[in-house]
């Protein structure tokens, strides 16, 4: 009964390893048709070829053909990030050296197209790899060698050259910041001696003002002290002269009055004298 029951699981594991390879081996079949058709039709009409190529991955996935020729139209077209894309793949899904070779040849192409020798001499060392006999590839690794040479002598200099720059920016930066303090201490030391002049121009102006008002308060004393002693001999003076007393006269009054009478007499007198001359004859003989 075991061994019935042992043969029965046999019998249906191989029914499903065969139904499973017959299916893998229809997909296979399709992939290639569709390979063939692309690559009969890939240079005359691009886009129908791309779409039996993709048909085929599509029946296979790892169709290393479908890859590889998918690959190389791409590259053909100038497309050369997707052509880069499925070389990688298919060198990664290939099983034979030779497919190895031919993907890795074609990577360390692409990336020459692109400008990176550095990382296509990698490329052409894994394909020489794989097939040691290739001279194509062999040239073509030192022509890359040379290009990733002058490339890292050029991103030398262009170093050197942008230190050098940023050392001249820094310098240039630091003239500069050192030429604003120097203006920012020169503005300082303007509007300091500006202030300090304003400010001893303001002392200067209150000391002056400190010395009129002293001079103001100074004389003002004095000349109270003129008016005062003027105003004092006036009154001093009205009081050194004698106030008439009621009934009496003055001097002054007195002096006048003198003079009044001394004119009023020499008058009377030439009068009297002028009389006595009309009345006295004139002697004509002399008296002995």
């Not at 020489?128 to 030192?142: A, F, I, K």
């Not at 209150?206 to 010395?211: A, L, P, Q």
Request: charged letters at 45%; glycine letters at 4%; a negative charge.
């Amino acid at each position: 009964m075991q061994k019935l029951i042992l043969s029965i699981i046999t019998l249906v594991s191989c029914l499903c390893f065969s139904q499973q390879d017959k299916a893998k081996a229809i997909a296979e079949k399709k992939a290639n048709n569709y390979v063939y058709e692309a690559n009969t039709t890939v240079d005359e009409d691009f886009v129908s070829a791309e779409m039996a190529y993709r048909k085929a991955l599509s029946q296979q996935s790892s169709h290393v053909a479908g890859l590889y020729n998918l690959g190389h139209a791409y590259y053909k077209e100038g497309n050369y990030a997707e052509a880069l894309y499925r070389h990688q793949q298919t060198a990664k899904l290939a099983t034979s050296k030779p497919e190895k070779h031919k993907a890795f040849h074609n990577i360390g192409n692409i990336l020459m197209q692109e400008k990176k020798c550095k990382e296509a001499v990698e490329a052409y060392k894994n394909a020489l790899r794989n097939d040691p006999s290739d001279d194509e590839t062999r040239y073509n690794l030192g022509i890359a060698k040379e290009c990733a040479k002058q490339q890292e002598e050029q991103n030398k200099d262009n170093k050197d050259d942008k230190d050098k720059n940023d050392d001249n920016k820094e310098d240039k930066d630091n003239s500069e910041d050192k030429k604003d303090d120097n203006k920012d201490n020169k503005d300082d030391k303007k509007d300091d001696d500006k202030n300090k002049k304003d400010g001893d121009d303001k002392d200067k102006d209150e000391k002056k003002d400190e010395e009129n008002d002293k001079k103001e308060e100074d004389k003002k004393p004095e000349d109270k002290d003129k008016k005062d002693d003027k105003g004092k001999g006036d009154k001093d003076k009205e009081e050194q002269q004698p106030k008439p007393q009621q009934g009496q006269l003055s001097p002054q009054q007195i002096k006048n009055l003198l003079e009044a009478m001394n004119n009023q007499e020499q008058e009377v007198q030439e009068k009297m004298n002028l009389q006595k001359q009309k009345g006295v004859k004139i002697k004509t003989e002399k008296d002995w």
